[in-house]
């Protein structure tokens, strides 16, 4: 096998062409390549190309700070994006918005997978991931915006089964991120969060006819990397780009360096987590924890959901459950902020779309996910809201096929305060938003699906706690302090089912700035 070209991120641009498809790595702001990001957004701005271009990727790429996906926000640059998430890359979610490109929000997982697919020279993906929600061509197809027609997500029926197929793409160029590369170009990614959907990546275009570039922090001498650790064969690369500064290079956007104990070179002890303060959040990681059972796995969203992880952890009862991370990880304890996708004192890093084999299958036993928006049919939107644009991620992935789901979130929003007194909560403030609403406006997860499967289901906030049913929505339990009238019924846009002699109270626990005693 020939040495391969080590060449400059510039260089690496003009194997772009104008009109042409590429692939970016990246999970939130780990694993991003930023040389040939920032490369390809500084060639545009200085000679108008490439343009035209057309992105794929499928999970969060950005810090909300330029960095990502927001390279290429410049009117221009892309006529299509079809991605996985969009919440941190804003000035691509204002584009979108303003009709300036076409534009799919499509399942984290199922891109993901739909690599491998490209890969195979398979039609694309055929799965029931998306079913009754806004990817499914009988709602929106994925599609964002008015300029996007083309339908990329089509209703199939195989073996009497209604299923989604979506569709392959071919890829041109794919800019991946690893830690070291030898002469040949394999590629290891030792101070990775997790390798994501790399190697499919590369497969795929690979097998398209394109290229592939990897960013790495250092090449060193073939034959002194671990076989084993080689996620990236040098049969698959064409062109080593070294990373243009340390900051390129670092783990996570916004944090400087490598964290060993997210790589498993290390182990942190665990009591020196500090235990969260109290908030409405800790509120609702309380409730939710008391839905822990032993030996069960578990997926954890970002934001308010992380808290369980904390609050099981503060409790002593952490290794009740196995945390997984939809980027790989499996065990240990998963971070948030511009840290998700990893976790520290991993025990395993799947490669992503494997790890969504095993989500879209059923394996996780217990998911606990954020509530944006509910509507009566027990639907949840966190996707879209006015003129801003989140995206699903892997939300769709995992709600609509774990044993059981939580959605945890406040009960309002905007401007909530809220403090615990006697074992009581009290509200000082009350949000300006309604979040349990007569109709989402886009459905991220869907009641009606929810209910044919026969998934239980569980909305849990910080005053109040219900249950899907068949017939509803029930709301099933109260916090102590709070007002069933004034402080939530007249606060929700839509009835919900009240038992008989009505919901009982919250375990008092939960509001007492002390340990629950969960162990």
């Known amino acids: 096998m020939s040495v391969k070209p080590i060449i400059s991120a510039a260089e690496a641009v003009k194997f772009l062409q104008d009109g042409m498809t590429f692939v970016t790595t990246g999970f939130v702001a780990c694993q991003m390549p930023e040389s040939t990001n920032k490369a390809i957004e500084k060639s545009f701005l200085e000679t108008g190309h490439p343009r035209d271009l057309t992105l794929l990727y499928a999970a969060a790429q950005g810090n909300r700070d330029g960095s990502g996906a927001d390279h290429f926000a410049h009117e221009g640059l892309l006529k299509r994006v079809i991605g996985g998430h969009y919440n941190m890359v804003p000035e691509l979610g204002k584009l979108i918005f303003d009709n300036k490109l076409e534009a799919y929000n499509l399942p984290q997982g199922t891109i993901s997978q739909l690599f491998r697919d490209i890969a195979g020279h398979k039609l694309g993906t055929i799965t029931h991931v998306g079913m009754n929600t806004f990817c499914d061509p009988r709602l929106q197809g994925g599609k964002l915006n008015t300029k996007t027609t083309e339908d990329i997500v089509e209703l199939v029926n195989i073996a009497g089964e209604e299923r989604l197929l979506y569709k392959a793409q071919k890829i041109d160029v794919a800019f991946i991120r690893g830690t070291y590369a030898d002469e040949l170009g394999n590629v290891t990614f030792d101070h990775e969060a997790a390798p994501t959907e790399s190697t499919a990546i590369a497969q795929a275009a690979k097998n398209s006819g394109g290229k592939v570039v990897v960013q790495v922090e250092k090449v060193v001498q073939a034959g002194t990397l671990d076989p084993k650790l080689v996620k990236i064969p040098g049969i698959y690369v064409d062109a080593i780009v070294l990373a ?43 409730r939710a924890a008391l839905e822990l059972e032993a030996d069960k796995v578990v997926n954890l969203g970002i934001g308010a959901p992380e808290f369980v992880s904390a609050v099981a952890n503060e409790e002593g009862i952490g290794d009740y459950m196995t945390l997984t991370v939809e980027a790989g990880p499996v065990g240990g304890v998963p971070q948030g902020g511009n840290k998700f996708g990893g976790s520290i004192n991993v025990e395993c890093v799947l490669d992503q779309p494997y790890q969504f084999d ?17 509507d009566k049919n027990g639907n949840i939107n966190v996707s879209k809201f006015g003129p801003r644009l989140a995206g699903c991620g892997g939300f769709i992935n995992i709600t609509q096929n774990a044993k059981k789901v939580f959605f945890i979130g406040t009960f309002t929003a905007g401007g909530l305060k809220e403090h615990c007194e006697n074992g009581k909560l009290i509200i000082d403030q009350e949000g300006k938003q309604k979040k349990l609403i007569d109709t989402v406006e886009q459905i991220t997860f869907s009641g009606e699906y929810a209910n044919k499967t026969g998934q239980p289901v569980m909305y849990i906030t910080e005053r109040a706690v219900f249950k899907l049913e068949k017939d509803g929505v029930h709301l099933v339990e109260i916090a102590p302090g709070i007002d069933l009238q004034t402080q939530v019924l007249d606060l929700m846009e839509f009835a919900p089912i009240i038992p008989e002699g009505g919901p009982k109270l919250m375990d008092e626990r939960i509001f007492r700035d002390e340990p629950m005693g969960l162990k």
Do not use: H, N
């Open 244 to 286: 243009e500064s340390e900051e390129d290079m670092a783990q996570c956007q916004g944090t400087p360096g490598w964290d060993p104990s997210m790589t498993g070179a290390i182990r942190l002890p665990l009591d020196a987590l500090a235990a969260p303060k109290m908030s409405a959040k800790k509120i609702m990681g309380r």
């Open 358 to 374: 095993f989500y879209d299958g059923g394996g996780v036993d217990l998911a606990f996910l954020g509530l944006a928006e509910c």
